[in-house]
């Protein structure tokens, strides 16, 4: 799918007063996702969904963790029907239209950066017909904007500590890249390439001193987090053999009503 060109603007309630947010998921609206970023405070509810890897930036090289929700670039398999099959949605996902900002501002005579809210204006959620409003009639914040501002806030420590994390992993060398073989439900084979994981061996091998400093800073049950989520792969390829099946019979039906 071809990137949209974003137009980032600062949130204002004189502006953006009429504006509303459309809040149903559909490949329209950028939700055909394969992985999407993730941070250690998140992993409790994404491994209970989603399998956890790590993914490299191909401009920065940074190592970043990430939820995967399919095999191939725009294969979103908990996308059905334009609905979204699991309950726990990633908050990287969950927040589009909105991104974090900052802006310098002067207070007492004292300068320093505030974080604002800016909106991509040309994301297909952005409505002025349907969805959630922004703004009360009368002035300030609606729920849902609240809402958004504090996801927005957890979005933002959070990638920084994952960066955190990652640093630490790396350090202690417990990455590596991995190549998964997946057998469908079907026979075919498919393989998973470009990914990282925690390596087991290394990790049991730790001392005393990392141990102590992986619990101190909260990453070993981040660890353990991303290792157990893995079994989610059963529920990928689950889904990917059922989407297979369900294209073969439409296929067959098709070529039966034509003859």
Do not use: C
């Not at 802006?103 to 349907?130: A, M, Y």
């Not at 640093?167 to 079907?186: G, I, Y």
């Amino acid at each position: 799918m071809p990137q949209l060109m974003q137009q980032q603007v600062l949130l204002n309630s004189v502006e953006h007063q009429q504006l509303r947010i459309i809040t149903r998921r559909g490949a329209e609206f950028g939700d055909n996702l394969w992985f999407s970023a993730t941070f250690p405070l998140e992993f409790r509810s994404v491994q209970a969904n989603y399998p956890i890897f790590f993914h490299q930036d191909s401009k920065t090289g940074q190592l970043y963790p990430v939820a995967l929700f399919g095999f191939s670039q725009g294969e979103n398999l908990f996308l059905q029907h334009n609905n979204w099959q699991d309950a726990y949605i990633p908050l990287t996902v969950r927040r589009q239209p909105f991104l974090i900002g900052q802006q310098k501002v002067r207070e007492d005579g004292v300068e320093h950066i505030q974080r604002v809210i800016h909106l991509d204006l040309h994301n297909p959620r952005v409505s002025e017909t349907e969805g959630e409003a922004l703004f009360l009639p009368f002035g300030g914040n609606t729920a849902f904007l609240d809402e958004m501002a504090a996801m927005l806030d957890t979005i933002h420590y959070g990638l920084q500590d994952s960066v955190a994390f990652v640093d630490m992993l790396t350090k202690l060398n417990l990455l590596e890249a991995v190549t998964l073989d997946l057998t469908l439900h079907n026979g075919s084979k498919h393989q998973l390439i470009g990914f990282y994981t925690i390596h087991e061996e290394r990790l049991a091998m730790l001392d005393a001193n990392a141990i102590v400093a992986l619990q101190q800073q909260g990453y070993l049950p981040a660890i353990y987090f991303v290792l157990a989520s893995q079994s989610r792969l059963r529920d990928l390829i689950r889904l990917k053999s059922q989407q297979m099946s369900q294209t073969q019979n439409d296929n067959n039906t098709s070529g039966v009503s034509a003859a």
